[in-house]
């Protein structure tokens, strides 16, 4: 008997105005389900930086499939001119779902929508336009599935630890911006310098209200 596949997606670095969105998923069956339980994989916002690290490789070699996308500053800000980012978010899970080798028979997505089933009906609208054979397995959508699913939990683990470590990776290019997120003060002097000097890097999210001038013309709300 064919074991049965479920599919957790999750995604790290919604908020911030600085670096890309990533979007994990992980592909695990029953026996992987106790391994990820034995290790006591959760939601990541649960679990310390060091361990999320120490727990990515292991996900990855337990998962039957494992997918991570980037979507980049630029893309964000160019497909945001049309779309919402919930939206955004939606095309991008669909284009994930379709990519996988391994069909699953339930996906479980932490929802970004207040109304989980219109994050639902939004992902299965996309994959529908991008592949109208495809047949649409049973999709949970559920606000803090990152909490409640196991496999929801180990998704968000390793896009948690894909984008600190591409953030690390633009520090060491670019210099100390703190975490990237609009609280944070050391990000809020990097913005703040940039502006002063009109300087907008790549890795920056232009369409964020934080760096739109004519709605602020000061960053002291930042």
């Known amino acids: 008997m064919k074991k049965e596949l479920v599919c957790g997606i999750d995604e790290a670095g919604r908020g911030p105005v600085i670096g890309p969105l990533v979007i994990g998923c992980v592909v695990i069956d029953s026996t992987g389900r106790e391994e990820l339980k034995k290790l006591n994989v959760r ?22 499939e494992w997918k991570l996308i980037h979507i980049k500053p ?31 028979h339930r996906i479980i997505i932490d929802s970004v929508d207040n109304i989980p089933d219109d994050y639902k009906k939004r992902i299965i609208k996309y994959i ?26 180990a998704a968000s683990i390793i896009a948690k630890v894909e984008r600190d470590r591409e953030i690390e990776n633009l520090k060491q290019r670019h210099g100390n911006f703190g975490s990237g997120y609009p609280a944070d003060e050391i990000t809020k002097k990097y913005i703040k310098e940039m502006v002063k000097n009109g300087d907008f890097p790549h890795f920056v999210r232009r369409s964020w209200n934080t760096l739109n001038k004519t709605k602020q013309r000061k960053l002291d709300e930042f």
């Open 128 to 153: 529908k336009l991008k592949n109208p054979d495809y047949e649409i397995p049973e999709i949970i959508s559920e606000n803090k599935a990152d909490n409640n699913y196991i496999e929801v939990g």
């Open 74 to 104: 630029s893309e964000i800000d160019h497909l945001r001119k049309k779309h919402s980012l919930n939206a955004v978010e939606a095309m991008k899970i669909a284009d994930l779902i379709l990519s996988l080798k391994n069909k699953s």
């Open 43 to 64: 939601d990541s916002k649960k679990v310390a930086a060091s361990r999320r690290k120490s727990l990515e490789p292991l996900i990855k070699n337990i998962a039957i």
